[in-house]
């Protein structure tokens, strides 16, 4: 009797399998008699997707069924750090993905981990947390997408990574784009507040990005090596890969850049405008002051005041604190106070 792979006896934590032919079309593996051991030969290859929480991996791991026993162990570790570990024509990464919701709604920021060992005619992907790479790829495969090799399949996984922060950095260049313009427009108002979450969005994917490219640049770094056994496929895609997201990380970088551009702008003006307004106050308060003596002294309720006994003796005292409120506006105007503000 056939046994289906989500049997526990077939392969512990095992959530698809596929089968590659010479040309790179993909059929679903549904019973444990199709799923050909490790070392078989032949054409094409096996992509296995498998859940790293199921703690029955350990024996698998460790009977080398999914690869060379250190290099799995190292790539399917807990530690989410991404990087790259290749033995002989064995690879094995670890790079960012996108994590998946219950609902399936996929998240922006590659903020998931997606694992993935790759070898002669043979593929083993996992992760712990629901991810978007794998399944969009089995998506693609299945409705007639090709991959004609391991390499091809890790570069799908890459490529929607890349396809997200890509669409993110043109959302957040055309926002970019509406607030340089808010901002050159001298009737509105700077206001600093849209650009927070355009850059804490940004610097967060840029983080991720710079890991993904590292990983990408080491193993391009270790196909360079004269006693590399790597496949040329995987050559190949390296420096695909490393291309592109080498032209990613520059548009990320000047989004970067332009939002820190953009702060400091409104900021210098957001200050100038402070200052002005704090200098309009600042002469006010220079022209009050001498009417307010004035006041203060006439207020006193005391014997022998100036002009107590004369009958205009208000309207004097008004006019000499108007007097001293001029006087103090040609002292200002002298020292070119108020031409230095317009």
């Not at 570990?85 to 790079?95: A, D, N, P, Q, T």
Request: hydrophobic share 45%; proline share 4%; net charge negative.
């Amino acid at each position: 009797m056939l046994r289906l792979l989500t049997d526990e006896a077939a392969l512990p934590g095992l959530l698809f399998a596929l089968r590659f032919d010479a040309e790179g079309v993909a059929t679903p593996i549904a019973f444990a008699a199709d799923l050909p051991a490790r070392e078989a030969g032949g054409d094409g290859y096996v992509w296995l997707h498998v859940d790293l929480i199921d703690a029955r991996l350990a024996d698998l791991i460790e009977s080398g069924r999914l690869g060379p026993p250190r290099l799995t162990a190292a790539i399917f570790a807990r530690d989410e750090h991404q990087r790259v570990v290749v033995e002989g024509e064995w690879l094995g990464v670890v790079i960012a993905d996108r994590e998946r919701a219950f609902d399936g709604e996929i998240g922006e920021e590659p903020t998931g981990r997606l694992h993935c060992v790759l070898g002669p005619g043979f593929l083993v992907s996992g992760r712990r947390h629901a991810t978007a790479g794998a399944e969009a790829a089995r998506d693609a495969v299945l409705a007639g997408a090709r991959a004609a090799s391991p390499a091809r399949l890790l570069e799908r996984f890459v490529e929607g990574v890349v396809a997200s922060l890509a669409a993110s950095a043109k959302r957040f260049s055309d926002e970019l784009d509406a607030i340089e313009d808010r901002v050159l427009d001298e009737t509105r108002s700077d206001d600093p507040r849209p650009l927070a979450p355009i850059r804490r969005q940004a610097v967060r994917q840029h983080r991720q990005l710079s890991g993904l490219a590292a990983v990408f640049h080491r193993l391009e770094a270790e196909t360079d090596e004269d006693d590399d056994a790597l496949p040329e496929a995987v050559v190949t895609m390296a420096a695909r890969v490393v291309q592109r997201l080498d032209s990613l990380h520059r548009d990320m970088h000047v989004l970067s850049e332009r939002t820190r551009t953009l702060q400091d702008e409104i900021a210098g003006r957001t200050a100038a405008e402070t200052n002005r307004q704090l200098f309009t106050l600042s002469v006010l308060t220079a022209l009050f002051l001498p009417p307010t003596l004035v006041t203060g002294v006439f207020g006193m309720n005391t014997k022998g005041l100036f002009l107590g006994e004369f009958e205009d003796g208000s309207a004097i005292a008004l006019g000499i604190g108007a007097l001293t409120s001029l006087a103090v506006y040609g002292v200002i105007r002298r020292l070119g106070l108020v031409t230095r503000r317009a």
